[in-house]
């Protein structure tokens, strides 16, 4: 084996001291740092992969994460802590954070505080994360009514300096009464008040052709979720799936992609999914 380097020493050590006493099972393997050179975009991580140790040390976990290689992260909430002081953690580590997610409520209720927040953390995007069933339960009506408002909150996020984006499951993409939410999303939105973050994963779990969405709707994905599927339908470390990424990455620039992260929702070794995700990254996007 070659001689670890000091980064990979230090992810090492930072790794373990995280995930003592977390219940998370890891191997004693050496974390890389696997950051390529010429790349297109810059490796991200979605935070919700790590979420528990970011809610045990999000300062320790964003070191983990700067010496893994990965350079963005999107936010899953703030953890517990003022944005100001992600903010200085961040830069600490040389990490941006082009994109958070949120939830429909605070949303609707609290734009400005989450404007001043993503304007804190440096975002680009906030983007719309879920959902929940009682926020859908009128069919289509439902997102009838929420392009209005993410038209209306779009345009206020603008003029701030702030895209509004949205982050789509798989019951976005269900046919129904000859169209699907997702198309009445696109359609009913503005191109410049609503962009889409297009995870992959629930995608495909659609059977969605993402190369013809793009085609349809060119500029409108500036943000993807990089995450693979088992061949039982679960979840699986990018790339070691049975997701073709080839067609879809083909077609970024016709897609509009900015900025991608890897994601795994659950995990039993989170030290090999985040070391495969950063080489699947790179593999898919390079």
């Not at 470390?237 to 897609?255: K, N, T, V």
């Not at 900025?259 to 990254?281: I, Y």
Request: glycine residues 8%; proline residues 5%.
């Amino acid at each position: 084996m070659p001689k670890a380097t000091a980064p990979q020493n230090a992810a090492r050590r930072h790794f373990l001291k995280l995930v003592a006493g977390s219940g998370l099972i890891v191997s004693t393997a050496m974390l890389p740092g696997l950051a390529f050179a010429g790349q297109r975009f810059r490796p991200g991580l979605q935070l919700y992969t790590v979420r528990e140790l970011m809610q045990q040390d999000a300062r320790s976990t964003f070191q983990l994460i700067a010496d893994l290689g990965y350079q963005e992260v999107e936010f899953a909430g703030l953890f517990d802590h003022p944005a100001s002081t992600l903010a200085t953690w961040l830069t600490d580590f040389k990490l941006r954070a082009p994109a958070g997610h949120i939830q429909l409520q605070p949303l609707l209720s609290s734009p400005s505080k989450i404007l001043e927040e993503a304007l804190t953390l440096g975002h680009s995007y906030v983007v719309l994360a879920y959902l929940h069933d009682h926020e859908r339960a009128d069919g289509l009506s439902s997102y009838l009514s929420l392009a209005e408002q993410l038209n209306r909150i779009g345009e206020q996020f603008q003029a701030a300096g702030v895209q509004l984006a949205y982050h789509n499951h798989d019951f976005e993409f269900v046919p129904t009464n000859g169209t699907t939410p997702y198309e009445v999303l696109l359609q009913q939105t503005s191109a410049d008040s609503l962009k889409m973050e297009l995870d992959i994963y629930w995608a495909a779990k659609m059977q969605v052709d993402m190369p013809s969405l793009f085609r349809q709707h060119p500029g409108r994905f500036p943000l993807w979720h990089l995450k693979d599927m088992a061949a039982d339908g679960g979840f699986a470390d990018l790339g070691q799936g049975i997701i073709d990424f080839a067609p879809i990455a083909a077609q970024s620039s016709l897609a509009g992609l900015q900025h991608a992260f890897v994601e795994r929702d659950h995990t039993d070794d989170l030290q090999t999914t985040l070391e495969q995700g950063l080489k699947g990254f790179n593999k898919i996007l390079l």
